[in-house]
């Protein structure tokens, strides 16, 4: 088991910036890729962004592509995600999440953190 807990959210206002960080225990963080979704009332949970368990790799949605950076610290067991340039769209709940390696889906979660972006 993976265990994932998410911290940095808050309220702000458009075109300001927020860190979110992810804390993993439970098993060896280096082995996991790991990612952030994000869920806005109403609408399902979109992918957000991801890294390779090496670090050596991301991925980003395009509406989030220059504006977010996620990054591992794989000493502390930990994952970012620093957003800039928020915008009242971004506002969700935003979840972490890991899976081992490349081999299929997200399966692990944390239990979210708010993100509101006022306009």
């Known amino acids: 088991q993976v265990q994932l807990v998410e911290s940095g959210g808050g309220l702000v206002q458009a075109g300001a910036s927020l860190r979110l960080s992810c804390a993993a225990s439970?098993?060896?963080?280096?082995?996991?890729?790991m990612g952030w979704f994000r869920q806005a009332p109403g609408k399902e949970r979109e992918f957000v962004a991801s890294?390779?368990?090496?670090?050596?790799?991301?991925l980003y949605a395009d509406s989030v592509k220059g504006r977010f950076t996620i990054s591992r610290d794989n000493a502390k067991n930990t994952v970012h995600l620093q957003m800039n340039s928020l915008k009242p769209e971004d506002t969700a709940v935003y979840y972490c999440?890991?899976?081992?390696?490349?081999?299929?889906?997200?399966?692990?979660w944390g239990q979210g953190t708010q993100v509101t972006v006022s306009s």
């Open positions: 439970g098993r060896t963080f280096s082995d996991y890729t």
């Open positions: 999440a890991a899976r081992y390696r490349n081999y299929g889906e997200f399966n692990y």
């Open positions: 890294i390779r368990w090496r670090g050596d790799s991301t």
